[in-house]
């Protein structure tokens, strides 16, 4: 017996471990079910790695099933020991609350909240919030016991450098999370990335152990995205890659998806982009057949910019990226030209009318005056995108894009931007 769903999620890479397949395949197969997939409020803002198990659920919607995504207000003050080395640190009540508004946000840009099957948003600080020590002890802790726990991966990885009591029970109050959805939303599966296989399979332990031998849940795990040269997926030349368009602009989101590796391309299409399979194989024949051209870069990046960011933003990106390419500077607004230019070398200068040829040595752009003098009269030289031919040429507040910088090119891809002070 085979499921539609699965079978697409396993030729996605997204189907890592299952608890019971033949099980789960028996329910997809006959019911339109609830499932939920948690993101604690650690920041106020995901990133692109956060997304894939978010997106994985999102897949589930479309074929007739509701997400539940669950916001963990509560297990956020505790903090997940998966897939760390040493303790979190702890946010403040008013932290976690202002990152909770974040999550949702951007949760609302992925989902269809309005449909017959419309995702679900919940908190579980609504339930555990209220929950007192000797309820916790006796309710839930008598279920499972302590050598179970330790033989959990995300625990036995920390008992050499030691864990707190506080990071310890974290698996067994995300147990609690699926108890009370499975009760309150008939939550069937949990789905999460490959290190909540201990906090999943935790949950369906105190399921089984509090409901009747006929109750049926399951788990899903999905494995960790990762690059073909083995470094880490999900950051850029400036950091981890967010969704947040305050922390990762979306020219800078779409550059991220654009400067995938030949290698990588399909992969990432596969994993977050809802393309069909006969869409995403016609792109895997022209990274084969016509690599320079890169459509499949273009698509992901489309593909994933308007998801997240919108196709405004989408439109923008795509014409910040024409101008740099074609070296049209003139067609960008003051900020856009900061937002595509943030990383390029920078230095300081008072606000002075300053001759072009020095301002080129005094910037780093030429490594002498004789090449600054022959790197103008020979065109090499343009600011905000306009040539200058002549050195004796000063740069002053005309030159000032917001009175505040200039973009200096020198040759087709050396950028340089000067910051007046």
Request: net charge negative; proline share 2%; aromatic share 8%.
């Amino acid at each position: 017996m085979t499921n539609v769903l699965i079978e697409d999620l396993k030729w996605r890479g997204l189907a890592y471990q299952l608890t019971d397949e033949e099980g789960m395949v028996d329910l997809l197969n006959n019911d339109s079910i609830s499932l939920y997939c948690g993101v604690d409020p650690t920041a106020d803002s995901m990133h692109i790695g956060h997304i894939v198990p978010l997106l994985t659920l999102r897949r589930f919607q479309l074929h007739g099933h509701r997400p539940i995504l669950l916001i963990g207000g509560a297990t956020g003050m505790i903090g997940d020991p998966s897939g760390r080395s040493e303790e979190r640190q702890l946010q403040t009540t008013e932290q976690i609350d202002q990152n909770v508004k974040g999550l949702k946000a951007q949760m609302e840009r992925i989902f269809d909240f309005s449909s017959s099957n419309g995702a679900v948003l919940v908190n579980n600080r609504d339930w555990i919030g209220s929950m007192n020590v000797i309820e916790f002890l006796r309710d839930y802790g008598k279920y499972i016991g302590v050598n179970y726990m330790l033989a959990k991966d995300t625990v036995a990885s920390r008992l050499e450098g030691g864990i707190s009591f506080t990071e310890f029970s974290y698996m067994l109050i995300q147990a609690i999370d699926y108890n009370h959805l499975y009760d309150s939303h008939n939550c069937r599966i949990q789905v999460g990335g490959s290190d909540q296989w201990g906090n999943i399979t935790t949950g369906l332990e105190i399921i089984r152990k509090t409901h009747s031998d006929e109750s049926k849940a399951f788990g899903m795990t999905i494995p960790l995205v990762t690059k073909a040269d083995g470094s880490k997926f999900g950051k850029s030349a400036s950091g981890s890659v967010w969704l947040d368009a305050e922390k990762t602009t979306p020219y800078e989101f779409y550059q991220f998806w654009m400067n995938a590796a030949d290698a990588d391309v399909i992969k990432y299409m596969k994993i977050f982009t809802f393309l069909t399979r006969e869409e995403i194989e016609a792109f895997e024949v022209t990274v084969t057949e016509e690599p320079h051209l890169r459509k499949a870069q273009k698509a992901l990046a489309e593909e994933m910019t308007r998801m997240i960011h919108g196709q405004d933003a989408l439109d923008n990106a795509i014409r910040v990226t024409h101008a740099l390419f074609s070296g049209d500077l003139k067609s960008l607004s003051a900020s856009e030209m900061k937002e595509a230019f943030k990383d390029v070398p920078s230095i300081e200068m008072a606000k002075e009318d300053k001759n072009i040829v020095d301002l080129l040595v005094d910037a780093g752009v030429s490594p002498s005056k004789r090449q600054a003098r022959e790197d103008v009269t020979n065109g090499a030289i343009s600011i905000n995108g306009e040539k200058v031919t002549a050195v004796d040429h000063i740069v002053n507040a005309a030159n000032r894009l917001d009175d505040s910088f200039s973009i200096v090119r020198r040759g087709k891809k050396k950028y340089h931007m000067v910051k007046f002070v």
